[in-house]
Nanobody, 123 residues
Framework: QVQLVESGGGSVQAGGSLRLSCAASGYTYSSYCMGWFRQAPGKEREGVAA???????NYADSVKGRFTISKDNAKNTLYLQMNSLKPEDTAMYYCAADHIIPCPLAIQILNYWGQGTQVTVSS
């Protein structure tokens, strides 16, 4: 059974940084497509960043140059380093995973999600 557990969310001021983590279990972690998507109140889900089994990455234009996705296969953990945060980055952030090729930026279509972690950026 695939389980994803996010952590690391919180409240920061604009310009600040946060690092989200997603601990994964129940599947062959290294062979899966993984990523992060977010959803703000009243808005649609938005794919933020994706990382393929070979380590290739993809980012939404809105976060390029500010966010970095990475994974530690030894720890079965996915990360999202978020720098230069803006108020418009405020949302619930979800980790997602699936054995799908190619790995889409629309991470929200993957079958396995975590429970989410809230990120709030104040101006």
């Amino acid at each position: 059974q695939v389980q994803l557990v996010e952590s690391g969310g919180g409240s920061v001021q604009a310009g600040g940084s946060l690092r989200l983590s997603c601990a994964a279990s129940g599947y062959t972690y290294s062979s899966y497509c993984m990523g992060w998507f977010r959803q703000a109140p009243g808005k649609e889900r938005e794919g933020v960043a994706a990382i393929d089994s070979d380590g290739s990455t993809n980012y939404a234009d809105s976060v390029k140059g500010r966010f970095t996705i990475s994974k530690d296969n030894a720890k079965n953990t996915l990360y999202l380093q978020m720098n230069s945060l803006k108020p418009e980055d405020t949302a619930m952030y979800y980790c997602a995973a699936d054995h799908i090729i190619p790995c889409p930026l629309a991470i929200q279509i993957l079958n396995y999600w975590g429970q989410g972690t809230q990120v709030t950026v104040s101006s």
